[in-house]
């Protein structure tokens, strides 16, 4: 059966509706970034670009580095967005769009995020490297999907208790990134972490500059959170949505992070923009070996 043209958007050149793509402009290797800017911070290191796109704030080059086919793409901030574009991804390769239907034979991408992050643990430095082994999504986002047997309730269920959650927000999730993809981008530079998702910068990050928050203590309990060898290390807004909507699809998924601030010292990175550029040759080089 046909999928319903009001559940799967095409534009007129056949390209899917928000990313703008065809299937044969995507690479089976994806970079994900927030920033637009960024993804030409990545694709200046490669041999050649092919493809270069963009609508709203997906912006995607696809192209070579060292003979690899990868494709760059920002996704702009917070997990909605990672809905939007990893669903779009995954339709890209395992729907046939001219026909609209569901492939008999599905691919599986590997889907890299470069993303910056702030510490919540004093050891935790700013300037260091974070691959998340596990996210903690306070978005949402996985509970408007029925599959949830790859979350794990146990460690949701114990952070709910520790840190008295509150009925009024989201019910938090726990998922698993890819561990074969973690540990090729793991290495003596890189920290294992616990990243918590939020849904957005300031208020769900317990940042006040005018408007109070409920619970000003709020990121003392996350990380003081203790289960089974488990604390949350940092906080960003993108990863949770990233490793569970991959999870879902039967992709694979990797978030690596440089730490810009360490809230606990109240300290800001400078060089954040040297430092970024030594994480996406990292990561380039990682993927290629």
Known sequence: MS??????????????????????ELANTIITVGDPARVSRISVHFDAIEVKKQKREFCTHTGTYKGKRITVMSTGMGTDNIDIALTELDALVNIDLENKKIKDELTSLDIIRIGTTGSIREEISIGSYIISELALGFDGLMHYY????????DIADAFVEQTNWSSKKALPYVVEGGKDLINKFNSEITIKGFTGTNVGFYGPQGRVLRAAVPDDKMNDKIAGFKFKGHAVTNLEMETSGIYGISKLLGHNAASLNLVLANRPKGEFLENASEMMDNLIKYTLDKIVQ
């Not at 799967?8 to 509706?17: A, F, K, P, R, T």
């Not at 029925?146 to 309730?153: A, H, M």
Request: hydrophobic share 35%; glycine share 6%.
């Open 3 to 24: 999928l319903e043209a009001s559940e799967l958007i095409l534009n007129e050149d056949g390209s899917i509706y928000h990313l703008g793509l065809l299937p044969q």
């Open 146 to 153: 029925k599959d949830d047997s790859f979350l794990r309730k």
